[in-house]
């Protein structure tokens, strides 16, 4: 249970910085992750989602014994991440630069998750 609540605080930090970047440091962001973010609407509800994640992940962290249940749907949320930067990478949405290393990072924490859940 340590491992999973570990890897759950890590995971609240990481999600907590993005979604503060896309919210209140759109410009910052764009620079971080190599990317154009036109529409200022979308990027504040995006960074505002980010944040959501990151509370309800550390929600669980707070009480993992009692709610390790809900680390599946972490697990399903980096696993759709995963499927869809791959997708844009594969289409030629995105390039590598941008998609690569967030697509990397989900796919870390969703086999972190799905293992130290298990072992929970």
Same mark, same amino acid.
């Given at each position: &249970?340590?491992?999973? +609540?570990?890897?759950?605080?890590? @995971?609240?930090?990481?999600?907590a910085? $993005?979604? =503060?970047?896309? %919210?209140?440091?759109? +410009? ?8 154009s973010l ?10 505002? $989602?980010?944040?959501v =994640?990151? @509370? ?8 993992t014994?009692?709610? !390790?249940? &809900?680390v599946?749907?972490? $697990? @399903?949320?980096e696993?759709? !991440? ?5 997708w844009? %990478? &594969? ?12 697509m990397? =990072?989900?796919? =870390?924490?969703? $086999?972190?998750f799905?293992?130290?859940n +298990?072992?929970?």
């Open positions: &249970m340590k491992a999973l +609540r570990n890897t759950l605080l890590v @995971f609240t930090v990481y999600t910085i $993005v979604g =503060i970047l896309f %919210l209140f440091a759109p +410009r910052i962001a764009e620079s971080a992750f190599q990317t036109p529409d200022a609407a979308l990027t504040m509800l995006y960074g505002q $989602v980010v944040l =994640i990151a @509370f309800a992940a550390w929600l669980i962290w707070s009480d014994a009692a709610l !390790h249940k &809900m599946w749907a972490l $697990v @399903f949320a696993a759709g !991440h995963v499927v869809i930067f791959t844009q %990478l &594969m289409n030629g949405v995105s390039t590598f630069a941008q998609v690569g290393p967030p990397i =990072i989900a796919a =870390i924490f969703t $086999v972190l799905v293992a130290f +298990r072992k929970g």
